[in-house]
């Protein structure tokens, strides 16, 4: 997995933005919540700019700032985590982020560095689950050198072995290996992933060169690095020319149509 990661191919954006999808859903159905990956979706892309996605969409929006770059600056983490997360800038708090800036400069072994900046995160701030699986990403990433973090974790982890990870003494093995095959089985999960991305594009690329319309290689390039699309006007189009240039890409097998509804739409590779 780790050449995908380094790309900065526009489908790597994409990627990120679908692998935050399902580990957002995993940690909202541990938060008890109902919402899954299309409900998610939903409130993220039906919703105006400025509006609030709702606690569900506060997740996503948590787990998509992880894959975007500016996430990898420790100086930001206080107050980003802070307001991701909706904890208070205590001593707990900056004790877990002063681990984690400093696990992140080390070198060594990225996936021992995740396990421990999770397991003291939970140790702080044991209520706070998602916040230890976000700095165990991006604590990995910093040791891996990556562009941007990667969702991983958060999708293949056993709550059980997280939450036992807080009483886990020195020397012991088992938290530590826990987090490594849930990174073993995130990699297998995120590359296949990639895999079947690279076969979608490669169809819309295909069609590329059959659309009509003044937007439509603005919205190629849009559905090449974008997790969806609402059939909403375009920048020089209307509604209506936007809704008949994705029927066309459907027809042509080039996107999906997400939803399955016949309004509020939602269409990507």
């Not at 008890?32 to 299309?38: H, K, N, V, Y």
């Not at 070198?107 to 560095?113: E, L, R, Y």
């Not at 994705?246 to 149509?257: P, Q």
Request: hydrophobic letters at 50%.
């Amino acid at each position: 997995m780790d050449p995908i990661a380094r790309s900065e191919h526009p489908l790597s954006f994409l990627w990120r933005d679908r692998l935050a999808l399902a580990n957002a859903a995993v940690l909202a159905r541990h938060g008890g919540r109902t919402e899954d990956e299309a409900a998610l979706r939903d409130h993220w892309y039906l919703r105006r700019e400025t509006d609030d996605p709702g606690p569900g969409g506060r997740i996503l929006k948590a787990w998509r700032h992880l894959g975007e770059r500016a996430a990898l600056v420790p100086d930001d983490w206080l107050i980003t985590l802070s307001i991701r997360f909706e904890l208070r800038c205590d001593d707990a708090l900056e004790g877990v982020v002063t681990v984690a800036t400093k696990l992140a400069a080390r070198q060594g072994s990225a996936v021992a560095a995740a396990a421990e900046i999770a397991a003291a995160s939970m140790r702080l701030i044991p209520h706070s689950e998602p916040l230890a699986l976000w700095l165990a990403d991006i604590v990995l990433a910093h040791r891996m050198k990556w562009p941007m973090a990667v969702p991983l974790i958060a999708g293949q982890i056993r709550r059980a072995d997280l939450r036992a990870a807080v009483g886990a003494g020195a020397g012991d093995q088992a938290w530590p290996t826990a987090c490594a095959e849930a990174y073993a089985r995130a990699a297998a999960v995120a590359s296949d992933l990639y895999a079947d991305l690279v076969r979608r594009a490669n169809r819309l690329l295909a069609a590329a060169p059959k659309l009509r319309g003044r937007d439509a290689d603005r919205m190629v390039g849009i559905l090449l690095m974008e997790d969806a699309q609402p059939a909403g006007a375009g920048k020089t189009v209307s509604d209506r020319s936007t809704r008949r240039l994705f029927e066309r890409l459907v027809s042509l097998g080039a996107v999906r149509e997400l939803t399955g509804r016949s309004a509020f739409r939602l269409y990507g590779l």
